[in-house]
């Protein structure tokens, strides 16, 4: 069932309108609910290809339902339509405005709709896809306010890697963080790349929705196990590699390979010269578990994420 969230007039006749398709069994239900969202930033799509399997699944198979499913495919409609990952002409990151206001800007009121939505969820699944530079392994991550919660429920969404972050890196003005804070459990997933579709890992969350939603007694289904992720809950064990210059970026190693320390990552090429200005090594034994994939380069630009612990590299 289509249902509008949040609803705002726009110039020139035009309406700003936020939905979300509401499933749920015919006699109510059990009175669980999952809110599965995406689409904050315009430039991340990954999340529709989750939204579209999970409502056709849902769609051919009714009677294995036995809670609400609600999906939200697009809270940020008009940067989806106009491949901007903030809200146009606003200039603003969607994600950066939460809880909203009622009496705030358009925007922060759209804000305040969704949140006032959420909240009733037993969980909510927010969904990203890194950004067009940036490929990242199927991840979740969590800040430690709310990990005695968080990764448990993480466990169970049959990502690869868990990545607790401290809370001096916590953004107050996020959905999740919002969400959290009002006692609705809420996952962050990072995963694939910006403007593009990757379908295995949209299969791999799918299957790990329908777990999470079997052991909250939303589905009605056996489900296959999940995978055992990687859990890393110090800052110390994530390597960030940024480049030493500017340049053409060519990868080397894709996202997931387990490297060796000292082993070739990538290189930045100067295609004036035809030289090799800088080979990229891995400086300690890990996961890649994040890869540049937009080629150009400044100086300073990440170029990829390692996790340093060893089981890591089994």
Not at 139 to 156: D, F, G, M, S, T
Not at 223 to 250: H, K, M, W
Not at 258 to 271: C, D, Y
Not at 278 to 298: H, K, M, N, W
Request: net charge negative; proline share 6%.
């Amino acid at each position: 069932m289509m249902m509008s969230v949040a609803s705002v007039s726009l110039p020139v006749n035009e309406t700003l309108e936020i939905k979300k398709n509401r499933f749920c069994p015919l006699d109510g239900g059990n009175g669980r609910r999952i809110s599965i969202v995406t689409g904050i930033h315009g430039d991340e799509l990954e999340g529709q290809l989750v939204c579209y399997e999970v409502a056709k699944r849902i769609r051919e198979n009714p009677d294995k339902l036995l809670g609400t499913v609600d999906i939200y495919p697009a809270l940020n409609p008009m940067g989806i339509d106009s491949i901007t990952r903030g809200i146009p002409g606003f200039d603003l990151d969607m994600n950066r405005i939460f809880p909203g206001s009622a009496e705030g800007s358009l925007t922060e009121h759209i804000a305040m709709k969704i949140v006032e939505d959420l909240v009733g969820s037993d969980l909510c699944i927010d969904i990203h896809a890194s950004n067009i530079y940036l490929t990242e392994l199927p991840q979740i991550r969590i800040n430690e306010l709310h990990k005695e919660k968080l990764v448990p429920l993480a466990k169970e969404a049959n990502v690869d890697f868990i990545w607790v972050h401290g809370a001096n890196t916590v953004l107050e003005s996020t959905l999740a963080h919002s969400m959290n804070s009002r006692g609705v459990p809420t996952l962050v997933v990072e995963m694939g790349v910006g403007m593009r579709l990757t379908p295995e890992y949209g299969d791999q969350l799918t299957e790990g929705l329908f777990h999470l939603m079997e052991k909250l007694k939303i589905w009605d289904e056996t489900t296959p196990p999940v995978r055992n992720p990687i859990i890393s809950q110090d800052p110390d064990e994530v390597c960030y590699l940024n480049a030493p210059v500017s340049g053409i970026f060519l990868k080397k190693k894709n996202h997931g390979s387990h490297v060796k320390e000292g082993e070739e990552i990538g290189a930045i090429l100067n295609p004036f010269t035809g030289e090799v200005m800088e080979s990229i090594c891995a400086p300690s034994e890990g996961l890649l578990f994040t890869i540049r994939e937009y080629p150009v380069v400044d100086e300073g630009s990440l170029l990829a994420r390692i996790l340093k612990r060893e089981e890591a590299a089994e």
